[in-house]
């Protein structure tokens, strides 16, 4: 279902005292405001996951996301979390295929893939997350590259489960630089997404399926951006970390 969505992505940062205390101020803040029709998520590092979900147990709207996922369902994987771990603690959503993983952990599409399936198997949501580097875009190659992502880690979902996908574009030169991409250049990439989704899904799935921005998304300029047609909300990397930025941005909505 398209819904309102803003995630925060610790990424690998907060001691688990820093993010029990992040964690319940972002609680606290989100029920005073009542900011009941967008749906919050935290995606706190592995070691705190369990906590986490203990903290916002009862608070509305506030779910808890891992930052990754291992395909295979159990077994000799060292240092790996998988899916029926997450399952077993409430853990509700997972990102996947974040720019970073790619890049640093040499994850590919096909991987991906098999990450979705294995989490859409035990009641998990991915935010399976795409985006250009600057040089493709600079190539004029990005519209391309970002929908080839879906169609390799997405498209062999039947109609079903693709239902329960969050997608979240994040254009590799947005994350961390400060340089956020335009209203213009997000919702460009979104409405070619979305084109993109219902050459294979139909107009109906496509419009109802949340498709998130990501990118030095702050609360200065959440607000614009969240104005775009196309664009459900956001994945938040560094104002995640300041409970008061990251509830500006939810409330920028
Ligand atoms: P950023 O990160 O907001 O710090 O740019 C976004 C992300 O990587 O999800």
Redesign the pocket.
């Given at each position: 279902m398209r819904q309102k969505i803003v995630a925060g992505?610790w990424?690998m940062n907060n001691t688990i005292e820093e993010g029990k205390k992040l964690t319940s101020e972002i609680v606290d803040m989100v029920n005073k405001e009542g900011v009941d029709d967008v749906k919050v998520i935290i995606a706190p590092p592995a070691p705190y996951l369990s906590t986490v979900v203990g903290l916002t147990d009862g608070a509305n709207n506030v779910e808890v996301s891992a930052q990754n996922c291992n395909e295979h369902e159990s077994g000799a994987y060292t240092g790996e979390v998988s899916v029926s771990m997450l399952n077993s603690i409430d853990v509700k959503y997972a990102i996947i295929g974040?720019?970073?993983r790619r890049e640093y952990f040499h994850e590919t599409n096909e991987q991906l893939s098999k990450k979705v399936d294995a989490l859409l198997k035990s009641g998990l949501t991915p935010i399976f997350?795409c985006g250009e580097t600057l040089s493709t875009r600079e190539n004029g190659n990005h519209f391309e590259y970002v929908s080839n992502q879906l169609s390799e880690g997405l498209f062999h979902l039947g109609e079903e489960d693709f239902k329960k996908v969050v997608i979240?574009y994040?254009p590799i030169w947005?994350?961390?630089?400060g340089v956020t991409a335009s209203s213009e250049q997000a919702q460009e990439m979104h409405a070619v997404l979305r084109k993109h989704l219902s050459s294979k899904y139909g107009t109906e799935i496509a419009n109802n399926t949340s498709i998130l921005y990501?990118?030095?998304?702050?609360p200065d300029n959440a607000k614009e951006l969240f104005a775009c047609e196309d664009v459900d909300g956001g994945?938040?990397?560094?104002?995640?970390l300041k409970a008061k930025d990251f509830v500006d941005i939810v409330k920028s909505f």
């Open positions: 992505n990424k974040h720019s970073e997350c979240a994040e947005a994350i961390g630089t990501g990118g030095s998304c702050k994945l938040i990397g560094g104002a995640s």
